[in-house]
């Protein structure tokens, strides 16, 4: 059984930092695509970023709004991806959550190709 387990999460003001964890067990592959994903009360889920498995370098991609100011990577031994928030702004307060799927590459960004998810944490963000 594949669990996704995330920490980090807290409360923060504009232009602070703040690291998201997210531990994955059970699954077969060794470094899965794994995504992060988030949602505001009231709005849908929202795809954030995406990792994809490799051995020595890990393609990445990020939606628009986060791009420069978030950064995705992993530990492969510890089974751990992170998200990196930098400058985090009101409009990034919202529950997080990462999801995993039973692929290595050509990662997706719809919530409904993802098999496996965490339980999420709240991040808020105040001015």
């Known amino acids: 059984q594949v669990t996704l387990v995330e920490s980090g999460g807290g409360s923060v003001q504009v232009g602070a930092s703040l690291r998201l964890s997210c531990v994955i067990s059970g699954s077969t592959y060794e470094s899965p695509c794994m995504s992060w994903f988030r949602q505001s009360p009231g709005g849908g889920r929202e795809w954030v970023a995406h990792?994809?498995?490799?051995?020595?370098?890990?393609?990445?991609r990020y939606t628009d709004s986060v791009r420069g100011r978030f950064t995705i990577s992993r530990d492969v031994a510890k089974k751990a991806v992170y998200l990196q928030m930098n400058n985090v702004k009101p409009d990034d307060s919202a529950i997080y959550y990462c999801a995993a799927d039973d692929r290595a590459s050509q990662c997706p960004t719809d919530e409904n190709e993802y098999i496996y998810w965490g339980q999420g944490t709240q991040v808020t963000v105040s001015s």
């Open positions: 990792i994809a498995g490799g051995s020595n370098f890990f393609p990445v």
